[in-house]
């Protein structure tokens, strides 16, 4: 550690010069009590002043990485381990199998469709800007294979235009939809057009949401006359999608109010598969918000869902439009949680999740037994899709040391087989992986995953701590080739499966929301400790990071315990929790947050929310801050106002920095090349501030014949 104290002299960080950042006197007042906004102008994204603070912040930012030791190496390693081919979730259409393929390095992977053996791009969305910027977002083929409907975004915004392509020519239709977010795209059967959610207009990237509702769009028409099949005026921020059972005959709509798991579920009977009548009879199903209910398939006049309705682990009920409020259990909750599940055929194929790891259970279709499926290796499951025809069920499957792999499991037989699997440009038996569980501040037990390389010699390491905790999200086994460079220089990975997310179930998620926020924090921090304390790292070599809610779980514990860590990468996170609901869709978060309008939250969010709570002293953990000058689901002001106050109060003599990404979002839609360049910059930023240097005697791997 010498040697890297008389580096990180040499690099000139203990003398950063950062740039000037105006305070305001802007003091907002809540429920009484006063608190002062001083940076509330970074909040306008778009001003002169916060574009030259941008580029100034940046070019600050900039010298500093460029400074780092081996970023260059970090950055080719990176490129190496990112060129594997890369497959989505299979769907079959009209006898093919459609699915986004990358063969490696493109900027955005393709649409392909594969049939007798033959695969063919139907999509390149690489073609559509010179920046690969332009994604390909929703998309859904036409029942009889003829018709390609797609989402493109730009830059990583949430906003969408659709179009529809004919799959016979390869050309584009003239009509384009827009004012699209947060949508899907769902056929009618007789493949004369799609169902979809759009909001009556916007002015701009950052609009505030309102007022989306159902259409039904026909082939050759305008969207002007696109016909209006749902809206609720009377509750304009509830959200709504839609989608067509398999047979046809009835559109499924659910309904949510925010990023909220409980929803309504209503139906329309489109009366005749082949001629649908797109504003038949609505039927609801269920209207009280108190559950989770997502339909899994259809049988008849049966509708099989997935509900957490007096089961917080889910159970699956069969419901009936004939007489709306009957339900009948079909699939009883268990010890462990229900993730996902399909009909297919007369078989319902169910998702649940153990310590974290999701297993496949087949049961009959009325639900009187359980058999599980063989899969390679502990992991993910993903796009569970039930065959047409009843008969198979597809799926992707990844851990942490296996890019997603497709497979398809025949029903008759539990026989899996492997449908395309990539082939790694590095051996991964090197690494192990391990589940260890740990107390929390409370008592409560917790897991966590630790990666590291086969034989790791003894002694503290580098370790990199990933968490997120909320919106009952779980962080199952999933790859990301950044990891393995890290790990094959010696450095341990560890994901802390936190309170907030799914893992156990609703209860798991609720222990981690509103005025139980901060078990999620004590979480994170016990992990640390837990790491710490068992010799696996030290507090001088522990790197954390986390997105979005994640990188607000980073601001808090690097406020809250700074001496824990030696580096933080909070990214595009919620760092004004007493402002966020007030931009594009930050309300729908109110769920798991609370607001400050409400004056008993207010209190529980001013004492953790980031930007109002960094402390002074000497042990601030050296901090890069990220976000995209795009992103529409967290604003960047809050990022921006973060790092200010961070600057400003300047806690230690380790960097305070940002890295603004332009032409980005919250992270969807990224191209490839920007993010190998950021996890480039995040690695060797973490790499340096928690001492894994890249050892002269331990060569890259070589890579391995693809």
Same mark, same amino acid.
């Given at each position: 550690?010498?040697?890297?104290?008389?580096?990180? #002299?040499?690099?000139?960080?203990?003398?950063?010069?950062?740039?000037?950042? &105006? /305070?305001?006197?802007?003091?907002? *007042?809540?429920?009484?009590? $006063?608190?002062?906004?001083?940076?509330?102008?970074?909040?306008?994204?778009?001003?002169? $002043?916060?574009?030259?603070?941008?580029?100034?912040?940046?070019?600050?930012? /900039?010298?500093?990485?460029?400074?780092? &030791?081996?970023?260059?190496?970090?950055?080719?390693?990176?490129?190496?381990?990112?060129?594997?081919?890369?497959?989505?979730?299979?769907? /079959?259409?009209?006898?093919?199998?459609?699915?986004?393929?990358?063969?490696?390095?493109?900027?955005?992977?393709?649409?392909?469709?594969?049939?007798?053996?033959?695969?063919?791009?139907?999509?390149?969305?690489?073609?559509?800007?010179?920046?690969?910027?332009?994604?390909?977002?929703?998309?859904?083929?036409?029942?009889?294979?003829?018709?390609?409907?797609?989402?493109?975004?730009?830059?990583?915004?949430?906003?969408?235009?659709?179009?529809?392509?004919?799959?016979?020519?390869? $050309?584009?239709?003239?009509?384009?939809?827009?004012?699209?977010?947060?949508?899907?795209?769902?056929?009618?059967?007789?493949?004369? !057009?799609?169902?979809?959610?759009?909001?009556?207009?916007?002015?701009?990237?950052?609009?505030?949401?309102?007022?989306?509702?159902?259409?039904?769009?026909?082939?050759?028409?305008?969207?002007?006359?696109?016909?209006?099949?749902?809206?609720?005026?009377?509750?304009? +921020?509830?959200?709504?999608?839609? +989608?067509?059972?398999?047979?046809?005959?009835?559109?499924?709509?659910?309904?949510?109010?925010?990023?909220?798991?409980?929803?309504?579920?209503?139906?329309?009977?489109?009366?005749?598969?082949?001629?649908?009548?797109?504003?038949?009879?609505?039927?609801?199903?269920?209207?009280?918000? #108190?559950?989770?209910?997502?339909?899994? !398939?259809?049988?008849?006049?049966?509708?099989?869902?997935?509900?957490?309705?007096?089961?917080? =682990?889910?159970?699956?009920?069969?419901?009936?439009?004939?007489?709306?409020?009957?339900?009948?259990?079909?699939?009883?909750? !268990?010890?462990?949680?229900?993730?996902?599940?399909?009909?297919?055929?007369?078989? @319902?194929?169910?998702?649940?999740?153990?310590?974290?790891?999701?297993?496949?259970?087949?049961?009959?279709?009325?639900?009187? #037994?359980?058999?599980?499926?063989?899969?390679?290796?502990?992991?993910?499951?993903?796009?569970?899709?039930?065959?047409?025809?009843?008969?198979?069920?597809?799926?992707?499957?990844?851990?942490?040391?296996?890019?997603?792999?497709?497979?398809?499991?025949?029903?008759?037989?539990?026989?899996?087989?492997?449908?395309?699997?990539?082939?790694?440009?590095?051996?991964?038996?090197?690494?192990?992986?391990?589940?260890?569980?740990?107390?929390?501040?409370?008592?409560?037990?917790?897991?966590?995953?630790?990666? /590291?390389?086969?034989?790791?010699?003894? !002694?503290?390491?580098?370790?990199?701590?990933?968490?997120?905790?909320?919106?009952?999200?779980?962080?199952?086994?999933? %790859?990301? &080739?950044?990891?393995?460079?890290?790990?094959?220089?010696?450095?341990?990975?560890?994901?802390?499966?936190?309170?907030?997310?799914?893992?156990?179930?609703?209860?798991?998620?609720?222990?981690?929301?509103?005025?139980?926020?901060? =078990?999620? %924090?004590?979480?994170?921090?016990?992990?640390?400790?837990? @790491?710490?304390?068992?010799?696996?790292?030290?507090?001088? $070599?522990?790197?954390?990071?986390?997105? #979005?809610?994640?990188?607000?779980?980073?601001?808090?514990?690097?406020?809250?315990?700074?001496?824990?860590?030696?580096?933080?990468?909070?990214?595009?996170?919620?760092?004004?929790?007493?402002?966020?609901?007030?931009?594009?869709?930050?309300?729908?978060?109110?769920?798991?947050?609370?607001?400050?309008?409400?004056?008993?939250?207010?209190?529980?969010?001013?004492?953790?929310?980031?930007?109002?709570?960094?402390?002074?002293?000497?042990?601030?953990?050296?901090?890069?801050?990220?976000?995209?000058?795009?992103?529409?689901?967290?604003?960047?002001?809050?990022?921006?106002? %973060?790092?200010?106050?961070?600057?400003?109060?300047?806690?230690?003599?380790? &960097?305070?920095?940002? +890295?603004?990404?332009?032409?980005?979002?919250?992270?969807?839609?990224?191209? *490839?090349?920007?993010?190998?360049?950021?996890?480039?910059?995040?690695?060797?930023?973490?790499?340096?501030?928690?001492?894994?240097?890249?050892?002269?005697?331990?060569?890259?791997?070589?890579?391995?014949?693809?």
């Amino acid at each position: 550690m010498l040697a890297l104290g008389a580096l990180l #002299s040499a690099t000139a960080v203990h003398a950063l010069d950062y740039p000037e950042t &105006p /305070r305001g006197t802007v003091v907002d *007042t809540y429920h009484g009590e $006063q608190v002062a906004d001083p940076y509330r102008w970074l909040e306008d994204v778009d001003a002169p $002043q916060v574009k030259k603070w941008i580029a100034a912040q940046n070019a600050l930012t /900039r010298t500093h990485l460029d400074q780092l &030791p081996d970023r260059a190496a970090w950055r080719a390693r990176l490129a190496q381990l990112w060129n594997y081919e890369k497959y989505g979730a299979p769907k /079959r259409v009209a006898g093919a199998l459609f699915y986004r393929y990358n063969d490696g390095l493109l900027d955005q992977s393709v649409l392909v469709r594969e049939q007798a053996g033959q695969r063919k791009v139907v999509l390149d969305p690489n073609t559509l800007s010179a920046d690969g910027t332009l994604a390909l977002t929703d998309w859904a083929v036409s029942p009889d294979g003829r018709y390609l409907a797609y989402g493109v975004a730009e830059a990583g915004s949430d906003w969408n235009r659709y179009h529809v392509r004919d799959l016979r020519t390869g $050309q584009d239709r003239a009509e384009v939809l827009e004012h699209i977010k947060f949508s899907n795209i769902s056929w009618s059967h007789d493949s004369a !057009g799609f169902f979809y959610s759009r909001y009556p207009g916007s002015d701009g990237v950052f609009s505030d949401l309102e007022n989306q509702a159902i259409y039904y769009h026909k082939l050759g028409s305008a969207q002007a006359q696109d016909v209006l099949v749902l809206s609720d005026p009377e509750h304009p +921020r509830r959200n709504m999608y839609a +989608r067509v059972s398999d047979d046809g005959r009835y559109l499924l709509i659910s309904l949510r109010e925010g990023a909220r798991e409980e929803n309504a579920l209503y139906v329309r009977d489109l009366n005749q598969a082949e001629r649908p009548f797109v504003r038949g009879r609505l039927i609801k199903l269920v209207d009280d918000f #108190s559950a989770k209910y997502q339909v899994i !398939g259809v049988d008849g006049p049966y509708v099989y869902a997935l509900t957490t309705d007096a089961a917080p =682990n889910g159970r699956i009920v069969r419901l009936d439009v004939r007489h709306p409020g009957r339900q009948k259990t079909v699939v009883e909750a !268990g010890q462990w949680p229900i993730e996902d599940a399909r009909l297919a055929g007369q078989h @319902l194929a169910v998702v649940v999740m153990r310590d974290a790891v999701n297993k496949l259970l087949v049961y009959p279709l009325d639900g009187s #037994s359980a058999t599980p499926v063989v899969l390679p290796e502990l992991g993910s499951i993903s796009g569970l899709r039930a065959a047409p025809d009843g008969r198979s069920v597809s799926f992707t499957h990844a851990s942490f040391v296996s890019p997603a792999r497709q497979l398809e499991v025949d029903l008759s037989d539990l026989r899996v087989t492997t449908l395309n699997q990539a082939r790694l440009p590095v051996d991964t038996s090197d690494f192990v992986t391990e589940q260890v569980f740990f107390s929390s501040r409370d008592g409560t037990r917790v897991p966590m995953f630790i990666l /590291r390389k086969r034989g790791h010699p003894g !002694g503290p390491r580098p370790t990199w701590l990933y968490g997120y905790g909320g919106f009952s999200i779980s962080l199952t086994p999933w %790859f990301k &080739p950044e990891r393995l460079a890290w790990l094959e220089q010696g450095g341990v990975f560890v994901v802390a499966n936190l309170r907030g997310g799914g893992e156990y179930g609703a209860a798991w998620h609720k222990a981690g929301t509103l005025h139980n926020k901060q =078990n999620v %924090f004590d979480d994170f921090i016990a992990a640390a400790e837990s @790491l710490i304390e068992t010799g696996i790292t030290s507090p001088e $070599q522990l790197t954390i990071e986390g997105r #979005s809610n994640g990188g607000l779980l980073v601001g808090a514990v690097s406020n809250q315990r700074p001496e824990l860590f030696a580096a933080a990468l909070p990214g595009v996170g919620v760092m004004d929790m007493l402002r966020f609901h007030k931009f594009t869709i930050g309300w729908a978060w109110t769920g798991d947050y609370g607001s400050s309008d409400d004056a008993d939250m207010f209190k529980v969010l001013r004492d953790y929310s980031p930007y109002h709570n960094v402390p002074g002293g000497d042990d601030y953990p050296a901090t890069m801050v990220t976000t995209a000058d795009h992103d529409d689901r967290v604003v960047p002001g809050h990022s921006f106002k %973060f790092a200010a106050a961070l600057q400003h109060a300047d806690p230690g003599s380790a &960097p305070k920095l940002i +890295r603004i990404q332009t032409r980005a979002g919250h992270g969807a839609g990224m191209p *490839t090349h920007m993010r190998i360049e950021q996890a480039a910059d995040e690695m060797s930023f973490a790499a340096f501030h928690s001492g894994l240097q890249r050892a002269a005697k331990i060569p890259w791997q070589k890579l391995v014949a693809r």
